[in-house]
């Protein structure tokens, strides 16, 4: 009975751990769409490994009168497909860079923002994502206010966001000056820096997206806005200049472009340590086949790209955990470099794990390590396809469960008294959660097999009941073998914790990674 009674209790505190665990939730990660039509949207979002929280596509134009013009590309079929993944979607409303445009908006702002509450409504959007740009000073009690009106019109459980120019030097005119960030900080969900063009088309070439700039900029909007209301802003895209001045002067590229002209070109690429930045140069010949960027056709010659490389973007995004943002947003999905989203998540969740970049278990590992259930073998490896332990496979189910500490007085296995799992072993040991391979022995540091686990699961969650209908389909797995374990296994296969092999088979006695400790976790019930 007083098993029981304390499991219940666990799974009782699993549920109130769920809860306390948001502030530990993976981080925000939002992408603007732009380029691209509705129907490669989706391939883009899944190329993304379930790293997005949000996409934001260019759903909201404006007329020359300020009023709202919807865009040819808004689709409530990629709407609902991005509800069932549960991602939201907040369009963005853009003058593209047309003051006068920008302008007519704010000077129509109650008409507007009805419309756009209407729109929001009318698609079941999650809200508003406002990117006016090239208003100056002039305009930022104006701007303030249109977004305060979205804001009250808007239901408090959508989004308000809003777009900003990085302002690392303070300017309080021009463009950056159209940004009251402590006003729309107080009104806004959340206000995405726009990190980015640092160096810009027909400028000087340079890094876009420079680390020390992009701290700078954060330390700006710092001094006016709490860091969970700061998402920082990252390029996909990269920038070209022609070494002889002419024809390139700063031409926007995207990531996927910049690898081929690389690869194509035997480009060499050198990180520059004062802007850690990356920076390649390419040479055509008269001979070579003639790229197109940006609907211009590249002569013979030498040219500079710069651009955020995998070391340059893995620095960008440890600046979220060191300054505790809420998250990054990024311009613009489906233009970011291949690898790109073998690692975003883990480096953005400030989880520099090396060995699990690319694997298959990687967004399960950061949702698992951000809420302290499982954690690293060091600051940089999780050894995600090790056997897991017995002590390990303890650890992790009395975190999970948010156990009470076992009395001080609960006896130790003899092998366990002096081990690093002492006292989560003991507290699992007295929750009735694990037993030893006698009275005296545990085997802490043993693997723990495919049969144990499912028994230490159904033990943890009694709530996970037997179907009348439930068949054991595993040749392998019998009642005369496997008596102990075998309704723990059928019950756990049922609630598709724990699965088979595709010939069939449950191997009982193979051995469980951390990996794959990590996915079970992720489908347990809470």
Known sequence: MRIRWIVLIGILCCVVLSVSAQASAPRFNMSYLYFGSPSSYLNAVDASRGSLTELSPSYFD??????LKLNASLSTEFIQQMHQQKRTVVPFLSNHWNQEMGIAA??????????????????????????????????????????????????????????????????????????????????????M?????????????????????????????????????????????????SDQGSLMT???????QIAKLIESYDGVVTFDSTSRSAVAHITLDANDKKPSIGGKTLTAGSYSIWFENEQAMKELLLLV???????????????????????????????????????WAMQEIVSIARAGIMTGMTSHSFAPDRSLTRAEAAVTLVRMLNLPTAPANTPDFVDTASHWARNEIRTAQYHGLVTGFDSQRFAPDAPMTRQEMAVLLDRAFSSLSSSPTMQNS??????????????????????????????????????????????MIQKLPS
């Open 106 to 191: 704010l000077d129509n702002r109650d008409e507007l923002t009805d419309q756009i509450a209407e729109a929001v409504e009318k698609y079941q959007l999650d809200g508003i994502h406002v990117d006016l740009e090239n208003l100056t000073h002039l305009h930022k009690q104006s701007y303030y206010e249109f977004v305060k009106l979205l804001r009250d019109k808007i239901p408090k459980e959508k989004t308000v966001a809003v777009a900003v120019a990085a302002n690392p030097y303070g300017y309080t005119t021009g463009w950056q000056g159209s940004y009251d960030y402590e006003k729309l900080g107080k009104v806004a969900d959340y206000l």
């Open 250 to 256: 700063g031409q926007g590229v995207p990531g996927t």
């Open 193 to 241: 820096i726009m990190a980015y063009d640092e160096h810009y088309e027909g400028g000087s070439p340079g890094a876009v997206t420079s680390l020390p700039f992009a701290k700078k900029s954060i330390d700006y909007a710092l001094r006016y806005v709490p860091a969970e209301k700061v998402v920082l802003g990252i390029p996909f895209y990269g920038r070209i200049w």
């Open 474 to 519: 595993f040749p392998d797995v019998t009642m005369q073998q496997n008596a102990w374990s075998y309704d723990a296994i059928l019950r756990l296969s049922t609630a598709g914790i724990l699965q088979g092999f595709p010939d069939g088979s449950f191997r009982p006695q193979d051995q469980v990674t951390r990996a794959q400790m990590v996915s």
């Open 321 to 359: 955990e060191q300054y505790n943002l809420k998250g990054t947003g990024s311009w613009s999905l489906g233009q970011e470099m291949n690898q790109t989203w073998d690692y975003y998540s883990l480096w953005l969740n400030g989880l520099p794990f090396a060995d699990a970049q690319g694997h």
């Open 62 to 67: 404006l007329n020359a009168d300020g009023s």
